[in-house]
């Protein structure tokens, strides 16, 4: 260990001998000039100072700016950096190292990330120092946690890669694109088993559900609920924390992780007392909310800090010009990426993913029971570039690399770990709603109703979960648009939702769920209107005569008792989407039209109601159709010839899993939670890899 240091300390030395001589303000002698030999003395003791400042006053900074915003933070580190580089050559004698400000910051900056290389290099060539330093850091964690030797009973990573879908990653895989997803197939350690989503097919629900063993009343990523009058974001903190509080209320259950787990980049807690990044918490003020820690664990390691702020800038760098290059090749479809949605995806594809990835790493260290963790890089940039795009292709093989990382730690933690690897929901491809017909869904509901329609309305934000981690670090409510806690349009006009080819209309003046009777005796053209729009594939609605029922094209009206024998504009939905539909209509909560897009089947496009050409949230296509990646030594999800169906029921699978392994169990009685009401429609740091510059 002692000589990597050196080896370290070596490298620094002839780094800041080389900026010396190309930087004009940056010297490492006297005025009158030195002999070559004092020169680099000088340099000698300015990198040694610097590499001790680093290792003992950096983590004290990080740890005091913990409470400045995570993206602030990023750009801080550069600063600080510059700051502790002026102190150490401040520290040389004689006073012959000397910069100015914006030179230090440089000068810092590229002697960090020389460093970091450096002494990663070395580690990767020495495994036995590799492995000293894995169990140095383990030990450490045991110490500070529960004395003696880690449990020999394995412990259990879920490791979410969000929007992924089933196709997706078996594509990835045969196109050598994900090797190390690849060699688990191959060589039959792990079992690939695709599962389908309820109708909202997006991570609030599919999320709830996989860690709470509820999604119940869950009708979309947002929708408006008349007894309160506020509008539900899943990826706004009190949304996120209401959502898990009625979960727990509805199962008994406090979640998956309530046992000695961690919750690492998610929504919701899980019941973990381990938080990180967590949305669920995010909105709690005082020492409650540790969800910011994992930035700690992570940023006190300034060659961390550098590499992390430089590959967001890259990646910034490279978001700038994928746009620029699909917008003069004039791609089609295509949306507007500008804004500030290049650091939203910077964000989302360096910044969570690498802070995600060293809690984890962590976690295993310290030998936790249970970790949940979720990478939203895919689903953001599959949002705005197309899920089978070039770009999406780049982010899943860095995703394939962190997989790789994290196999790699589970040979050194204090216990054994086996790695289950899912997804959410997948993304369905095609052009926007707008982009086709040249209005929005608010649009055509406004005309239907006899209301003025704007020549130019306002465009529908992403719903992307990386979004609201942005805000949310930032200390920005999570509000997007007309998504205000209590809309503050005419109660009479129609409040229209949309999530992913998903829509939702209310009307906030009527107390209950309107009838399709009472929608057409107020809006008779309404109805109409949308269902024989060609854009769209299906309403929901309820009817006084038959209940709910499903409307279509040319006046198609099916009771939903009568689907399974006449689908009718379902068809070509498969052969779930009627239970899905069903189990939808009994929430309290759904809304007076549910509006699903049309649905192209030979080439599996929707037509997204926001401004995505890769979306979900609603039936059509691949968006429902995720995966589950699991060790061949845990039981099979499903019978053999079953099929695996809803977030619920993947719930009670890693549930039997983790019971499998002697990991942690719910302290739940299993005859008091099986089945849920709703059920029956349903059958530390470790230094990551940098992946992104």
């Known amino acids: 260990m002692w000589w990597r240091s050196i080896a370290v300390w070596a490298v620094s030395t002839v780094t800041m001998l080389v900026l010396a001589g190309i930087l004009p303000d940056f010297q490492l002698q006297s005025d009158n000039g030195d002999s070559a030999t004092r020169i680099a003395l000088t340099a000698a003791l300015g990198a040694g100072a610097f590499g001790i400042l680093s290792a003992l006053v950096w983590p004290l900074l990080v740890r005091a700016l913990l409470l400045v915003p995570a993206l602030v933070l990023g750009l801080v580190v550069f600063f600080l950096n510059g700051g502790l580089l002026i102190f150490a050559l401040a520290l040389v004698p004689d006073g012959r190292g000397e910069a100015n400000p914006e030179t230090a910051v440089v000068v810092a900056a590229v002697m960090s990330a020389v460093a970091s290389a450096t002494g990663g290099a070395l580690a990767v060539r020495d495994d036995d120092a590799y492995r000293r330093r894995l169990y140095r850091l383990a030990d450490r964690r045991r110490r500070r946690g529960s004395a003696g030797a880690g449990p020999s009973t394995p412990g259990t990573v879920f490791l979410q890669l969000d929007g992924v879908g089933h196709d997706v990653l078996r594509d990835a895989v045969d196109l050598g694109v994900m090797p190390t997803v690849g060699a688990w197939l191959g060589a039959g350690t792990h079992r690939l088993t695709p599962w389908r989503t309820d109708w909202s097919s997006q991570t609030g629900a599919s999320q709830l559900g996989i860690l709470h063993g509820s999604n119940y009343d869950v009708p979309a990523f947002r929708w408006y609920e008349k007894d309160t009058r506020e509008i539900q974001v899943s990826n706004r903190p009190t949304s996120a924390a ?57 940023f ?54 690498d802070v995600v990835i060293a809690a984890v790493i962590g976690d295993m260290l310290a030998g936790r029971s249970a970790v949940y963790a979720d990478l939203v890089a895919y689903d953001e940039v599959a949002h705005h570039s197309g899920p089978v795009s070039r770009d999406a292709e780049k982010v899943l093989a860095r995703l394939d690399r962190s997989l790789a990382l994290i196999a790699k730690v589970a040979e050194h933690a204090p216990r054994p ?36 329609v704007p020549r130019r309305a306002r465009r529908t934000h992403s719903g992307a979960e990386a979004r609201a981690a942005v805000r949310a670090a930032l200390r920005r409510p999570v509000e997007e648009g007309d998504e205000k806690h209590r809309p503050a349009s005419r109660r009479s006009e129609p409040i229209v939702l949309a999530s992913g080819n998903l829509g939702l209309v209310s009307f906030p003046d009527v107390p209950h769920r309107m009838s399709k009777e009472e929608i057409d005796a107020r809006h008779p053209a309404l109805l109409p209107t949308l269902a024989n729009h060609p854009g769209i594939g299906f309403l929901l609605v309820r009817s006084e005569a038959h209940g709910a029922v499903v409307l279509g094209a040319r006046g198609a009206e099916i009771p939903l008792a009568d689907l399974d024998e006449r689908p009718g504009p379902l068809a070509d939905f498969g052969a779930h989407a009627a239970d899905a539909v069903r189990r939808t209509d009994s929430f309290p909560h759904t809304a007076d039209i549910m509006v699903n897009s049309w649905y192209d089947p030979a080439e599996g496009e929707v037509l997204a109601f926001e401004e995505q050409i890769g979306s979900h949230g609603g039936l059509g296509g691949a968006q429902g159709h995720p995966f ?66």
Not at 314 to 333: H, K, Y
Not at 425 to 439: D, I, K, M, V, W
Request: net charge positive; hydrophobic share 35%; glycine share 12%.
């Open 242 to 298: 209401e959502l898990q509080r009625r979960a727990i209320e509805h199962t008994g259950d406090g979640g998956l992780l309530t046992l000695d787990g961690a919750s690492r980049g998610n929504l919701f807690s899980g019941g973990a007392e381990q938080v990180a990044l967590v949305l669920s918490v995010a909105a709690r003020r005082g020492k409650e909310n540790r969800s910011r820690a994992g930035y700690f664990a992570y």
């Open 300 to 353: 006190s390691d300034p060659a961390n800090a550098v590499r992390t702020a430089l590959s967001f800038v890259a990646e910034v760098g490279r978001e700038i010009g994928q746009s620029t290059r699909a917008r003069l090749t004039r791609q089609r479809p295509r949306v507007g990426r500008g804004g500030l949605y290049p650091f939203i995806r910077a964000f989302a594809t360096v910044v969570e993913r």
């Open 417 to 452: 770990y086996r790695i289950v690897v899912l997804s959410d929901h997948g993304q369905s491809p095609g052009e926007t709603f707008r982009a086709r017909y040249g209005l929005g869904l608010q649009d055509l509901v406004r005309a239907g109703c006899g209301l003025p």
């Open 628 to 693: 589950l990646l699991a060790p061949e030594v845990f039981s099979p999800p499903v019978a053999k010839g079953a099929e695996l169906v809803g977030a619920q029921q993947v719930h009670h699978v890693l549930r039997r899993w983790l019971r499998e392994g002697s990991g942690p169990q719910v302290p739940l009685d299993e005859s008091r939670h099986e089945p849920a009401p709703d059920a029956s429609f349903t059958a530390a740091t470790v230094t990551p890899q940098d992946n992104s510059a």
